[in-house]
């Protein structure tokens, strides 16, 4: 992984996340994903562990902490 991406993959990793918003609150709630435009690539509620996974895919990817409820939907960006 690079230390950044560029602004168009950036919106298309918005965009697949806006997309699937669903099926992350239902299924990763209050854990960490890894994830680019394509999918989710790692997972879990240490932070550590999701981007040393994540890292092992050589893609290109950004972190996103699922919230616990619905009502609560923040997206941060994080630069690892």
């Known amino acids: 992984m690079t230390n950044s991406i560029s602004q168009e993959q950036a919106q298309e990793m918005l965009r697949w996340l806006n997309k699937n918003r669903d099926t ?7 854990q960490y994903i890894a994830y680019n435009e394509k999918r989710v690539m790692a997972h ?13 895919t050589n893609q290109e990817f950004v ?3 699922v919230p616990r409820c619905r009502y ?4 941060l960006p994080l630069q690892v």
């Open 44 to 56: 879990g509620e240490n932070l550590q562990n999701v981007l040393e996974q994540a890292n092992t």
């Open 24 to 30: 992350v609150l239902d299924l990763y709630k209050n």
């Open 72 to 75: 609560s939907l923040q997206i």
């Open 63 to 65: 972190i996103y902490l």
